[in-house]
């Protein structure tokens, strides 16, 4: 059985830091790449940040040098580190296996919005 859970998620206020959690069912972590993903208000949902199996990683442009993807194979988790975050960052955010589509599986998502 599939399960994405998120969670972490607040209202923070910019440059502030947040940590997102997501647990995983084992049947997508032991097999997949997985990916942290958001969705703002009227935008497509983007792939923000990505670690492989192995625990190396890649980030998108826009969250470069900002975000932390990490893992614990322990766990069945992945978590993302978010500092000195921006009113852009504003999103829904999910997590699940690289290369997702729309029709896949995917958890509730968790909100951050940073505003002053």
């Known amino acids: 059985q599939v399960q994405l859970v998120e969670s972490g998620g607040g209202l923070v206020q910019p440059g502030g830091s947040l940590r997102l959690s997501c647990a995983a069912s084992?049947?997508?972590?032991?097999?997949?790449?997985m990916g942290w993903y958001r969705q703002a208000p009227g935008k497509q949902r983007e792939l923000v940040a990505t670690?492989?199996?192995?625990?190396?990683?890649i980030y998108s442009d826009s969250v470069k040098g900002r975000f932390t993807i990490s893992r614990d194979n322990t766990k069945n988790s992945v978590y993302l580190q978010m500092n000195s975050l921006k009113p852009e960052d504003t999103a829904v955010y999910y997590c699940?296996?690289?290369?997702?589509?729309?029709?896949?599986?995917w958890g509730q998502g968790t909100q951050v919005t940073v505003s002053s």
């Open positions: 699940n296996k690289l290369g997702a589509a729309t029709s896949d599986y």
């Open positions: 670690i492989t199996i192995s625990g190396n990683t």
């Open positions: 084992r049947s997508i972590f032991t097999i997949y790449h």
